[in-house]
């Protein structure tokens, strides 16, 4: 086949890294592939860094324009954000070339013009049943079909480690690690308040909570009203995180909502207990293979993140470790794109 991929974002996060999966993944299973992506973007990069065959466009406009003119020179388009469904909806006027659109987002589209360019994709692709059921009750109509997010195990870099966090591992305590943004739907209360819970009952481990936002300031407030200064510390928002996790104890997350959770992945791969919320696609990602909690049940967090500390199920981290090595596998995802493609698409020799 020869597919188009697409990718109009100009930074690097869990969308762009799939894409590049995506990309490779493909072009190891011998089809014909070109990214798309913006000039001088994060993805464009990592193009020329990998010689990947590859356009760019500077706009939105650009990308219609080519989508015109070349749409009929591939077997599928795949878009992998909604922004650039805008223009492959539109352009359907110019060519019979199949359209899919991966969504990893749980938020759903609410406007008519929305509505009516996701129902323009010949097929919708979700990290998650809980994002597709959330797109089915919005209205939409298009075949939608469940393809997980794949999983990338990274070493550990154990000298960046000792050099950047080695003050925290110098404490002697376990260490509990959130990598969530100081925002609303993330929930960052419930996390100061199950761990000031966990404090009153034990003061063998720390907390680190990766991230930025616009709740930091009210969080680092929460953190020295509870006396918690010398336990919750605050890193940042870190680059290639995913180095980190060998230094985890314990991975949590209190999300209000979750398309997915592709930092609890990393933890599964590492092997680091989880303790989550069941919001969202949470819920189907940790059940049976960590802990789960209502959302904003700051004691069954505790308790949880207790447990973790006290002992962990080695069941869970094993059959964790298991589905994100096999389901998850770049191997397996790629092959369940391919298969989709090729049900919509006959490959052209």
């Not at 760019?56 to 406009?61: A, D, F, K, P, R």
């Not at 009750?137 to 298009?142: Q, S, V, Y």
């Not at 199950?194 to 009952?201: E, G, K, M, R, Y």
Request: glycine share 6%; with cysteine.
């Amino acid at each position: 086949m020869r597919i188009l991929e697409i990718n109009t974002e100009r930074g690097w996060r869990g969308g762009e890294k799939q894409t590049l999966l995506t990309v490779e993944g493909l072009l190891q299973l011998g089809h014909t592939v070109t990214l798309l992506c913006k000039k001088n973007s994060a993805l464009h990069t990592k193009a020329l860094e990998q010689n990947i065959p590859h356009v760019t466009v500077s706009s939105t406009i650009d990308l219609l324009f080519y989508l015109i003119f070349n749409a009929s020179s591939f077997d599928i388009i795949h878009t992998h954000t909604a922004k650039s469904l805008t223009p492959c909806a539109l352009s359907k006027a110019f060519h019979s070339t199949k359209i899919i659109f991966s969504r990893r987002h749980y938020k759903t589209p609410s406007s008519v013009f929305s509505k009516w360019k996701y129902n323009a994709a010949h097929a919708i692709t979700t990290v998650s049943a809980y994002i597709k059921s959330q797109l089915t009750a919005a209205g939409i109509t298009a075949p939608v079909h469940v393809i997980y997010d794949a999983s990338v195990f990274v070493e550990p870099n154990t000298a960046r480690i000792q050099k950047e966090y080695g003050n925290y591992l110098q404490t002697g305590k376990k260490i509990i690690a959130a990598i969530a943004a100081f925002e609303a739907e993330k929930d960052p209360y419930t996390l100061v308040e199950s761990v000031a819970l966990l404090h009153a009952q034990r003061n063998d481990f720390i907390f680190l909570h990766f991230g930025s936002g616009s709740l930091k300031n009210a969080i680092e407030q929460l953190v020295k009203t509870k006396g918690l200064e010398s336990i919750y510390f605050f890193p940042g928002q870190t680059p290639a995180i995913e180095e980190l996790y060998s230094m985890f104890d314990v991975f949590v997350m209190t999300s209000r909502n979750e398309g997915f959770g592709s930092s609890v992945i990393d933890a599964f791969l590492n092997k680091v207990p989880v303790v989550s919320t069941n919001a969202g696609g949470l819920k189907e990602l940790v059940e049976n293979r960590g802990y789960l909690a209502d959302v904003g049940d700051t004691k069954k967090i505790a308790d949880h993140l207790n447990t973790c500390l006290e002992n962990p199920s080695a069941e869970y981290i094993n059959d964790a470790y298991t589905f994100a090595i096999t389901e998850l596998s770049s191997t397996t995802i790629q092959k369940q794109y391919e298969a989709l493609f090729l049900s919509l698409a006959q490959p052209t020799v």
